[in-house]
């Protein structure tokens, strides 16, 4: 059995890295502008999809298509910030207004892909090509452990973009700029720093984490369709608060929580309590942490 | 300004006459001997108005699109037909009011109240799913209106009213003889069990699977579900294969049955996949390529039966010349059904729905593409099923394949 648990182990990492990287796009745009941004489940489906389109129309290396999807979805997402977020911030709408018409753009989205996919494929699912990755698991015969070669590439993946992330924002000026903006947007633009522009690249950045991760869901599960983007919305919220709002280690920390759960929920009291176990746990930390367990008070988050 | 909307509407007017001046000129040709149809057995309608609607509810968004795209294709074919080949008398049209569940069945009410109360349509097929067909029906049954279901193999569809009928044989018609055919070819002793256990068909699906395990005294080592949109199934996977089942039975809709399929041999299992009618789609085969090889799976029609009725080989070869794709199972269930609608109509003579359900209810033997077809006393479907394995890269009959292996070991 200890050849179970540690195999569960390595299902928790992959799923987790991919959580914890969707979830960290979330809480980037959360922590600068303070607005959720619910179109990034739309940014990760839309990840997938251009990878997809990439490696399977074009026919091009799986690093080609991570690479695009990234920049395509890190576009997107610049995009929506000039036409979603903010002509509404310019006129001072509530923070509640920017979260509904981020829904709405999340709608229009994955219609856009529904008739995309429709056009390309005549369906609307399509799955990546067979030989992308090798298929060969890699077997620890001692440990009785398999791990195929996707899931080892979306661990990878993941640990060196968020590693490069992490270097990013407390090591270079854009990141302190951001961190900045993020403190209080007034004192920054009294400081000299160009608010809009650190908008664009925190929203580019967010973009191309949620394609990113996108593609590596994809690269595990196989299949993409327009509505993978619905299941991992919630996880992602989940994830974000459990670790603490707008905190970067937080959100890490809160999608490899939520992997754990529902992985080890699944194996002992099967899948129809899992979803019902994370959200308790989610429930329980906003009652004893509201801030989350990595998260800050309010008046001192930068 | 207006001259140019007069040429504008002109030139998109022009190619419609155009286009079916041609089209009823090649069908013409096609006239003298429709491969399907009651013929003979009942006479050219005389009482019917020139135009007659049925409607069809199916999930043509969301993932349940696998199978509703294809259900619409299907029943616009054989509607075509019906119309080009004069079917319901000269001058008589049959048209088609679709709707989209989504897969949701609070759509599918909402969609059957519009259809039966607001259209008032002469009949309904569809819904996709059992769940949405467990919501809807009631309403088209106290309304007096015939639904029938051309994918709905849950437990239970027809019990609703003497207004709903199916198409679509029943898991419990089905998965016995597929459980106990593999049995007898694999010798299977102990099995792995997963199931989706949010949807009425897959766990249908389950129970009766269930119920065929113990008659045939075969070991379930364990049970593990999952639900409706789970895409990554490592954590069922890994408990399951580390008790070493002789094979893994799984009663899931097609999107998930592709991921567990194509997960199941990355964590190293290949031995067969025993699965429930969601696995029986080419999209399935499509998607999880050689990995699907072993998959069993029983279904109400095979593409690559070796003894096909005419009826069938005409359906493919259309439904092919029009969408450039081979119909799956669920195509040639919508198509039969739309079909069936068109002979009730045509043998009752008379756009009353009651009349209607009189003389659907009373088709027997029709050369359908699923075979022979009848219904029975409960309204479910009577015809004869095909066990499959897939092989090769194609779903075969089980048993042909087995007496192949076994010859080719002597």
Not at chain 1, 91 to 99: C, E, K, N, T, V
Not at chain 1, 272 to 293: H, T
Not at chain 2, 82 to 93: D, I, M
């Amino acid at each position: 059995m200890d050849g179970i648990l540690l195999q569960q182990i390595v299902n928790v990492i992959s799923l987790g890295s991919i959580y914890a990287l969707f979830a960290l796009g979330y809480s980037l745009v959360f922590s600068v502008l303070g607005v959720l941004n619910l179109a990034h489940s739309a940014l990760f489906m839309w990840g997938a999809f251009i990878g997809l389109l990439v490696t399977d129309r074009l026919e091009m290396p799986l690093w080609v298509g991570l690479i695009a999807a990234m920049i395509v979805t890190g576009l997107l997402s610049v995009l929506l910030e000039l036409i979603a977020f903010r002509p509404l911030r310019k006129r001072g709408a509530a923070r509640i207004a920017q979260l509904i018409s981020s829904i709405g753009a999340a709608i229009l989205l994955v219609n856009i892909a529904q008739l995309l996919f429709i056009r390309v494929y005549n369906r609307v699912e399509a799955a990546y090509p067979r030989g992308l990755v090798p298929r060969q698991p890699i077997i620890i015969e001692e440990l009785g452990l398999r791990i195929t070669p996707a899931r080892l590439i979306v661990v990878i993946a993941a640990l060196v973009v968020m590693i490069l992330l992490q270097y990013l924002v407390t090591r270079t000026s854009l990141g302190q700029q951001m961190r900045a903006v993020a403190f209080n947007q007034r004192t920054a633009s009294l400081l000299g720093i160009n608010v809009n522009y650190i908008f664009l690249m925190t929203f580019f950045l967010a973009g191309a984490l949620g394609g990113l991760a996108g593609v590596l869901y994809a690269l595990i599960t196989n299949v993409v369709d327009p509505f993978i983007g619905q299941n991992i919305a919630l996880i992602g919220l989940t994830a974000i608060v459990l670790g603490g709002m707008g905190s970067i280690n937080g959100a890490v920390l809160g999608g490899f929580i939520v992997a754990g759960i529902q992985i080890i929920s699944i194996d002992t009291v099967g899948s129809s309590y899992r979803d019902a176990l994370v959200f308790l746990l989610l429930f329980a930390i906003l009652l004893i942490r509201p801030q989350g367990i990595l998260g800050q008070p309010e008046s001192t988050r930068a | 300004m207006k001259k140019f909307r007069l040429i504008l509407s002109v030139l998109f007017i022009l190619p419609l006459i155009f286009v079916s001046v041609v089209s009823a000129d090649e069908h013409d040709e096609d006239a003298d001997t429709p491969p399907i149809g009651f013929w003979e057995e009942c006479e050219t309608p005389q009482n019917l108005p020139d135009e007659l609607t049925i409607g069809a509810i199916f999930g043509l968004s969301e993932a349940v699109a696998v199978y509703g795209i294809a259900q619409r294709q299907a029943v616009e074919l054989a509607v075509a037909e019906v119309n080009a080949w004069g079917y319901l008398g000269e001058g008589v049209t049959l048209r088609v009011q679709f709707e989209d569940s989504a897969g949701n069945a609070q759509q599918a009410i909402a969609a059957m109240e519009k259809l039966v109360v607001e259209d008032g349509v002469l009949a309904v097929l569809g819904p996709t799913l059992s769940t949405e067909a467990f919501a809807a029906d009631p309403i088209a049954q106290e309304n007096g209106t015939v639904v029938m279901g051309v994918s709905n193999t849950a437990i239970g569809i027809t019990d609703m009213g003497d207004f709903v009928f199916r198409n679509s044989l029943p898991e419990e018609a089905v998965i016995p003889g597929t459980v106990e055919q593999a049995i007898d070819a694999l010798g299977l002793e102990r099995v792995g069990v997963m199931y989706g256990d949010d949807d009425d068909f897959t766990i249908s699906g389950f129970d009766v699977f269930v119920d065929a395990l113990d008659d045939n005294e075969i070991e379930i080592l364990s049970v593990e579900t999952f639900a409706r949109g789970d895409r990554d199934f490592s954590s069922q996977l890994t408990s399951l294969i580390a008790r070493n089942p002789d094979a893994l039975v799984v009663s899931a809709l097609a999107a998930e049955a592709v991921q567990i399929i194509i997960q199941a041999r990355e964590f190293g299992y290949d031995g067969p996949i025993i699965g429930g009618n969601g696995f029986n789609s080419p999209a399935v085969l499509d998607q999880s390529g050689e990995d699907a090889e072993g998959v069993i799976v029983g279904a109400a029609w095979n593409i690559g039966d070796p003894d096909p009725e005419p009826s069938s080989e005409a359906f493919q070869q259309a439904f092919v010349e029009e969408y450039g794709v081979a119909p799956d199972q669920f195509a040639a269930q919508a198509y039969t059904g739309a079909w069936l609608f068109a002979t009730a109509i045509r043998c009752a003579d008379s756009d009353d729905r009651a009349d209607i359900r009189d003389a659907l209810a009373a088709i027997e033997d029709f050369p359908s593409p699923l075979g022979l077809y009848s219904f029975d006393e409960n309204r479910d479907p009577v015809h004869d099923p095909i066990a499959q394995i897939v092989f090769e890269g194609a779903f075969l009959p089980l048993a042909s394949v087995i007496e192949g292996a076994a010859e080719s070991d002597e």
